[in-house]
């Protein structure tokens, strides 16, 4: 979830119509010479079994039924795993010779099908150029494809922790988190992506026959940011780094959800020094099998880290609160007691615990009106009863605590998810909807210019995932003609 960037504004409460994955809508080459174009990769990981193919072709966009259905067929031609950037070039030329989708991978753990192959074509497999390149005072350089859990465990040794990571960190990369992410764990103390700061340099390759690089510093990253993988191929990126803390992790239990929100606001200050603030709601209890007796389903609940310094303070605020901690321990103690980390029961952790039990349920994300009030979130718990479960994150976004939520909604069909959305939205609130594909539609609401220029530059042919952005028409692509 980001804020807006510019230009038009799309509309977001209409159910879209399903969108076109044919190669030729998109101006792609409608019959590519396969075997030929395998030849001219020949000594790179290619990958054309169909099962393979396949499963590099899948994300989490399972968790919407609407995309699960619109998205089944589409599979890569072929998967290339590159390890270098050199490997990189060498795939960028070819789909640009032979005019054909080029689609990156990097850990597949991104929802909205970020990842999946819309019409086709080569998928890049980013996750084997996962090298850390360079650690310094306050900032790593890593290859792109790194992990964010192995990019966390190298400049632990140094006494850095990255400032923020998705729940998902031990499969995804860190180019998946910069192109598809938008903040997560740490997002409480250190903001968002989007926040000056936080994204120093990234290394790009452009898709075309001579590919070039581009490096970009600073604000000039917003260029690729949540891009979705449509404008250039992240090779290296650096990002900066804080002082590492031994996070407690944290539950405190609450009779009401009123009381989990004011308590989660109280918190929301810059005197407490606190990595993950996460409200959820009660009903969520029981698919939290390992917690028990520490997260019972007639109490709400908040998972939060906290530097062992703010804990006296915490404490006496869950307590003020009228809540209790039912758990505070650090990540080793609580591996241990076989207990999750907070991170673990909170962002998009939350939709998974229940969606491994039961598939009749999904999620819609939600930005509400700044500064937070709880109104609407209560009202909604009254209006929506058991066909909404709720759940907040409490972050920072460009300075300001800033609160939105992945709840959970009941699966009864499209009709009834949108009925749900435009209900939301009747309240002032912001769907960041997960049905959709396109960046504008899902989290961005406005196509983003500065990143079409940037496209024009970097993916001058179109072929970079086609379909994932409004902003970007067949007509617009470089005029070329496929390899003879
Ligand atoms: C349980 C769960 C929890 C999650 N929690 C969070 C969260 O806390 N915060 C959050 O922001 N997201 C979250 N997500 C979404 C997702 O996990 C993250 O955004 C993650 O960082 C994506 O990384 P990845 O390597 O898996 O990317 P992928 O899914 O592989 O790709 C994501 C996008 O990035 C593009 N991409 C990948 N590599 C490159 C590259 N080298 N160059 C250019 N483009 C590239 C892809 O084409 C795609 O569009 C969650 C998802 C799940 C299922």
Not at 60 to 70: C, G, K, Q, R, T
Not at 72 to 100: F, S, Y
Not at 414 to 427: N, T, V
Request: with cysteine.
């Amino acid at each position: 979830m980001t804020a807006a960037a510019s230009a038009s504004t799309v509309a977001a409460t209409a159910i879209p119509p399903p969108p076109s994955h044919r190669p030729a809508d998109h101006g792609l080459n409608p019959a590519p010479d396969w075997t030929r174009i395998e030849s001219e990769l020949r000594g790179l990981n290619v990958m054309h079994e169909a099962r393979q193919r396949r499963v590099l072709s899948r994300d989490f966009h399972w968790y919407s039924p609407i995309l699960a259905d619109e998205l089944r067929d589409c599979v890569a031609d072929l998967v290339v795993r590159v390890g270098t950037e050199d490997d990189v070039v060498r795939v960028a030329a070819a789909a640009a010779r032979h005019r054909v989708a080029l689609t990156v991978r990097g850990g597949g753990t991104g929802n909205y099908g970020q990842c999946v192959p819309l019409a086709g074509g080569i998928v890049l497999d980013a996750s084997g150029m996962q090298r850390v390149l360079d650690i310094a005072p306050g900032r790593v350089c890593c290859e792109g494809g790194a992990k964010m859990f192995d990019i966390e465990m190298a400049v632990r040794e140094t006494g850095q922790a990255l400032r923020m990571w998705p729940s998902t960190w031990r499969a995804a990369t860190i180019a998946g988190f910069i192109s598809g992410g938008f903040g997560g764990v740490g997002s409480t103390l250190n903001g968002v992506l989007r926040d000056p700061g936080n994204l120093l340099r990234a290394r790009v390759v452009t898709v075309e026959r001579e590919p070039r690089v581009i490096e970009l510093a600073g604000d000039e990253i917003q260029q690729v940011h949540h891009a979705f993988g449509t404008n250039g191929i992240l090779t290296e990126v650096e990002v900066a780094l804080s002082p590492a803390v031994e996070w407690q992790h944290v539950i405190a239990l609450f009779a009401d959800y009123r009381q989990v929100l004011e308590a989660c606001m109280a918190a929301s200050t810059p005197a407490l020094e606190i990595f993950l603030l996460s409200a959820v709601d009660r009903r969520f209890a029981p698919y939290y099998t390992t917690l028990k007796e520490r997260f019972p389903g007639d109490h709400h609940a908040v998972f939060a880290m906290v530097a062992p310094g703010s804990m006296p303070e915490f404490t006496r605020l869950v307590q003020a609160h009228g809540g209790r901690l039912s758990m505070a321990m650090d990540e080793a103690a609580a591996e241990v007691a076989g207990l999750p980390p907070a991170y673990e029961c909170a962002y998009n952790h939350t939709t998974l615990q229940v969606l491994k039990a039961d598939r009749g349920w999904t999620n819609l994300q939600v930005a509400y009106p700044q500064p937070f009030d709880p109104a609407p979130v209560l009202a909604q718990m009254q209006r929506f009863g058991d066909d909404v479960w709720q759940h907040q994150e409490f972050a920072k976004m460009h300075g300001s605590f800033a609160t939105f939520a992945i709840v959970l909604t009941r699966w009864k069909g499209l009709e009834h998810q949108y009925e749900l959305i435009r209900s939301i939205e009747a309240d002032g609130c912001t769907i960041f909807n997960p049905h959709v594909v396109t960046i504008e539609d899902g989290g961005m609401k406005t196509i983003d210019t500065a990143q079409i220029e940037f496209k024009k530059r970097a993916d001058p042919l179109g072929l970079m995932n086609p379909g994932k952005t409004r902003g970007w028409s067949p007509a617009m692509a470089r005029a070329a003609s496929f390899a003879a």
